[in-house]
């Protein structure tokens, strides 16, 4: 009768486990599963000999072993390869879709906690091991036990291996700190580690208080149980009892691949657990089989992992760079490390005064951070990885450009040689600048870096970029859509009105205003160039200061290979007399762009609104006059509707200009 009895305890309790945590359907109230779990644990204490291997009981712990036994796979635990951006999901699927037609796939939250092997005899567990290398895993069987979401007894009485993540819940982790913090003992820094180090507790009572989870994500061998789909293989295992995550979806293409990713990218906060990223699996098992295995990975997994907010790395270097107003700044040199998607190998030090708060040295491992999820620093040095090698930071007397001795303003350093070389840098920065040549991509910050990198020393070397896009690319910060887009924006400038092109070579005196009245009275930049003083002073608006300022910069012969090397590359050096409508709508108002424009690109839409006597602006102010919207309009749009500027729709801006 007692034997009878803990038997109709333990399946009471084992379906009870099954309702809770695979079907997320609870039968026992929490009293009524306490209550059985005391009547069993005093039978079990009153009749040792009776007590079940795997009885729930076992669950609480206390098994004691000297040293975890080695576990050989039978089938190896592989692990996947990595994808960064969408540019390598997009990838990922071109390869796929060479070998499968119109391939489904299943999305999995990639949980971040430790991978375990579970197998099964009979449908009761009896072994539970790590991953290891992925051939030779550790037993920690004693440990497993001790995890309430993992079934000792399955609903069949079936032989399997599943494979599954063990990971502990943002408020598992909060509640055991909250102890150790009262105890005055070390905090368990993250959710994974404390996982991680939990299972690999030779007592199993440690395992058994962290209260650890456990989703099950993958059945090795499908196929010997009549399975062809990985979707049919987690519901055929959350029959047998293991809990799966219920966000697992089935996709059909790339598209929605990637707004699964896009939603939990933004939703991944408002879990009650911690993900690193997207586990992409192709869906049919016999094309898997097919697909194969590279040494590392399978052919038809990937997992896509969010980009990092903060890395490691080695500061090896720190270097100084010269700003437009000559103000120097330190910058560290990294080995490089992906950081919120991009390759960073390089990030600011601010100042002196900021390096020596930190207490930042050449060697040091360091915290690198994305400011405003835009700019790579220095956050802080680890102090505890030093060696003894680093080297304390001493900041530089003189220019690095030019030599100068340096000037100290507040906290930083500047160079007031007015003939240094940052003078360089800021005529890069006027050339580019919206009313010059209008080369979008080139912020200051860019500019000032490719001239330190030597990318950029004239202004005929932005023509020069496309071949080295290869280099470029490798940057941080820079992908190849940004680089195709930036040498897009350079090829275009080449077709720009000789206006533009003297405003940019920032000549002396000449305005936009002043570029524009020479190009409509000399046509081409040859009749400039040849023209006299004498013949300039008669222009209207054109006084003896800017004629002496243009003979004079047309008579250096450094200049006039400029202009000869930028007709090499096919600038137009020609007035493109386009005229100005008269149209009341536009006339000396202001306009903004945003989203994208169907039937025209937004800079036809905006030389079409210069050309009707308007201009545009970047930025949505009370002196807009009104927001063109394409489709998905940014903050741009939300602004304009708080500050009641009028919003035209493209098809509303093109039937104003008929």
Not at 327 to 352: C, D, F, W, Y
Not at 446 to 467: H, K, V
Not at 497 to 503: A, D, G, Q, V, W
Request: proline share 3%; net charge negative.
């Amino acid at each position: 009768m007692i034997e009878k009895r803990m038997q109709e305890i333990i399946e009471i309790i084992n379906k009870a486990n099954y309702d809770y945590y695979a079907k997320d359907n609870p039968t026992l109230t929490d009293q009524e599963y306490d209550r059985y779990m005391q009547e069993l644990l005093k039978l079990e204490s009153k009749y040792p000999e009776l007590k079940q291997k795997n009885s729930p009981t076992v669950r609480v712990g206390g098994v004691v072993i000297d040293e975890f036994v080695k576990v050989k796979h039978e089938i190896p635990m592989l692990s996947l390869s990595n994808v960064f951006n969408e540019s390598d999901i997009i990838t990922f699927d071109e390869r796929i879709r060479k070998e499968v037609k119109n391939p489904i796939y299943v999305c999995e939250l990639k949980i971040d906690g430790l991978s375990v092997s579970l197998l099964y005899k009979n449908g009761k567990l009896v072994r539970g091991a790590t991953r290891g290398d992925g051939v030779t895993g550790e037993d920690i069987t004693h440990n497993v036990l001790t995890i309430k979401e993992i079934p000792l007894q399955l609903s069949e009485q079936v032989d399997i291996e599943v494979r599954g993540e063990i990971y502990m819940s943002k408020i598992a982790l909060e509640n055991i700190n909250d102890l150790r913090k009262e105890k005055g003992e070390t905090l368990l820094a993250n959710p994974r580690n404390a996982a991680a180090g939990s299972v690999r507790q030779l007592d199993s009572k440690v395992a058994a208080s962290r209260n650890l989870s456990n989703f099950i994500y993958h059945l090795p061998n499908s196929l010997d149980y009549g399975i062809h789909t990985h979707y049919d293989a987690l519901e055929y295992m959350k029959k047998l009892g293991f809990k799966t995550n219920p966000n697992n979806q089935k996709v059909n293409g790339i598209n929605e691949l990637l707004e699964y990713i896009n939603y939990w990218t933004e939703n991944r906060n408002n879990l009650p657990y911690e993900i690193d990223g997207i586990v992409i699996k192709l869906d049919n098992i016999d094309n898997q089989q097919r697909l194969g295995f590279t040494a590392k990975y399978p052919k038809w997994a990937t997992a896509y992992k969010f980009p990092a907010t903060e890395v490691l790395t080695k500061l090896k270097e720190i270097k100084f760079t010269v700003g437009r107003t000559g103000q120097i700044t330190p910058n560290a040199i990294l080995e490089p490390v992906r950081l919120m998607g991009s390759i960073i190998s390089k990030a600011t030090l601010h100042n002196e005064e900021y390096i020596k708060m930190k207490d930042i040295r050449i060697g040091d491992i360091v915290s690198v951070i994305k400011s405003g999820d835009v700019i790579p620093r220095v956050e802080k040095t680890i102090i505890e990885r030093r060696n003894g090698d680093e080297i304390q930071f001493v900041m530089t007397k003189n220019c690095p450009i030019c030599n100068s001795d340096l000037v100290k303003k507040d906290s930083s350093y500047y160079c007031i040689n007015p003939l240094c070389d940052a003078r360089k840098i800021e005529g890069l920065i006027h050339f580019v600048s919206r009313d010059a040549m209008n080369i979008e991509g080139l912020g200051e910050n860019i500019i000032e870096d490719f001239y330190n990198m030597g990318y950029l020393r004239f202004i005929s070397d932005f023509y020069n970029l496309n071949d080295k896009k290869d280099e470029l690319m490798e940057l941080e910060g820079f992908g190849e859509k940004s680089i195709n887009n930036l040498i897009d924006s350079i090829e275009n400038s080449k077709n720009n009105s000789l206006e533009r092109l003297l405003f940019g070579l920032g000549i002396r005196y000449v305005g936009n205003k002043t570029a524009k009245i020479l190009s409509v009275y000399y046509k081409n930049i040859d009749n400039l160039i040849n023209t006299t003083y004498e013949q300039l002073i008669t222009i209207k608006d054109i006084g003896e200061r800017i004629a002496k300022s243009i003979i004079n910069y047309f008579n250096n012969e450094e200049n006039i290979q400029l202009i000869n090397k930028l007709k090499q590359y096919k600038v137009n050096m020609e007035y493109i007399d386009e005229g100005i409508i008269d149209n009341i709508e536009f006339e000396n108002k202001t306009f903004v762009l945003t989203g994208s424009l169907k039937d025209i690109t937004r800079e036809e839409a905006s030389n079409i609104i210069e050309k009707n006597g308007g201009k545009t602006s970047n930025s949505v102010s009370k002196n807009t006059f009104a927001v063109i919207v394409g489709e998905n309009p940014g903050s741009k749009y939300d602004k304009a509707i708080n500050l009641n500027i009028p919003i035209w729709t493209e098809q509303e801006f093109l039937e104003k200009i008929k």
